[in-house]
T-cell receptor
């Protein structure tokens, strides 16, 4: 059974810092991996989707990497801003017709 | 674009009552999902559908039922509500066979007292 772990559970950084959020998964035979952002009281917004054949995806100040063999993904946020404060969730899919398995998320606070 | 629309946003139920959470999407997506999110926890899949007339159980289906009579709508029914069903419920959709991003609704916060 696939399990997804995100460490740390919470992170607080000063504005302007570069930071890395971690995601690990137990079954490396994944189909794809997504990073989501969740603001308090809101639904999830998909940030980046990495296929199993890809090593990384970039969108603006966000860069997500994938190392299938070690069962890890990282989300790199450059030059953090207070508006980046949210919970970030990682989710993996094991095959094309199986649902996503989510981690519990990392709650990020960027202090001005 | 409306995207994925969930109603109601908040609801309080008494133990034993029943209700239906509504979910509609206007993106012509094949796949639709119902998740629940408990405080400090990740999302757990309740039911999903790969198209109209086809539904399947997820990780935590007990106490819930779904139907998918149209591509647009995927209602979730709670029968005989229990305090353990107090949670935030999210509906999501995706266009294809699993390679695409998921689009989420804004959630329904349900309390069973």
């Amino acid at each position: 059974k696939q399990e997804v772990t995100q460490i740390p559970a919470a992170l607080s950084v000063p504005e302007g810092e570069n930071l890395v959020l971690n995601c690990s998964f137990t079954d490396s035979a994944i189909y794809n991996l997504q990073w989501f952002r969740q603001d308090p009281g809101k639904g999830l917004t998909s940030l980046l989707l990495i296929q199993s054949s890809q090593r990384e995806q970039t969108s603006g100040r966000l860069n997500a990497s994938l190392d299938k063999s070690s069962g890890r993904s990282t989300l790199y946020i450059a030059a953090s801003q207070p508006g980046d404060s949210a919970t970030y969730l990682c989710a993996v899919r094991n095959s094309g017709n199986t649902p996503l398995v989510f981690g519990k998320g990392t709650r990020l606070s960027v202090i001005a | 674009n409306a995207g994925v629309t969930q109603t109601p946003k908040f609801r309080i139920l008494k133990i034993g009552q029943s209700m239906t959470l509504q979910c509609a999407q206007d993106m012509n997506h094949n796949y639709m999902y119902w998740y629940r999110q408990d405080p400090g926890m990740g999302l757990k899949l309740i039911y999903y559908s790969v198209g109209a007339g086809i539904t399947d159980k997820g990780e935590v289906p007990n106490g819930y039922n779904v139907s998918r009579s149209t591509t647009e709508d995927f209602p979730l029914r709670l029968e005989l509500a229990a305090p353990s069903q107090t949670s935030v419920y999210f509906c999501a959709s995706s266009p294809g066979t699993g390679t695409e991003k998921l689009f989420f609704g804004s959630g329904t916060q349900l309390s069973v007292l």
